[in-house]
């Protein structure tokens, strides 16, 4: 069956960093677009950083621009997020998520548009 599995999450103080994990079972992540999700207390989820099965074509959400890193190693068959100057409202369970198929660019950072989804792992930013 296919499968991710995210770890990585916990607590941290604002301005620190944290590295998200995501690993595969049953596809191979370099035939997939990825992406990092998170789910905000108002139940939206949104899409924080994607690419493209070729790591050509990459959305990034405008508040963490300068400050995530989406990146993969195909040869562990993984995906990471890092994440630095990290600020509360960071806060959030994120969620990485694998398509094989995006449909268009314009919706490759929906949540709508993958079909493989991890577990989730919570990220607190507090003092």
């Known amino acids: 069956q296919q499968q991710l599995v995210s770890s990585g999450g916990g607590q941290v103080q604002p301005g620190g960093s944290l590295r998200l994990s995501c690993v595969a079972s049953?596809?191979?992540?370099?035939?997939?677009?990825v992406g990092w999700f998170r789910r905000v207390p108002d139940n939206k989820y949104e899409g924080v950083l994607c690419?493209?099965?070729?790591?050509?074509?990459?959305y990034v959400l405008d508040s963490v621009k300068g400050r995530f890193t989406i990146s993969r190693d195909n040869a562990k068959n993984m995906v990471y997020l890092e994440m630095n100057d990290l600020k509360p409202e960071d806060t959030a369970t994120y969620y990485c998520?694998?398509?094989?198929?995006?449909?268009?660019?314009?919706?490759?950072?929906?949540?709508?548009?993958?079909?493989?989804w991890g577990q989730g792992t919570q990220v607190t930013v507090s003092s």
């Open positions: 998520a694998a398509d094989r198929q995006i449909p268009s660019v314009g919706s490759m950072c929906l949540y709508v548009s993958y079909d493989v």
């Open positions: 049953g596809l191979f992540l370099g035939d997939y677009a």
């Open positions: 690419i493209d099965k070729e790591n050509k074509n990459q």
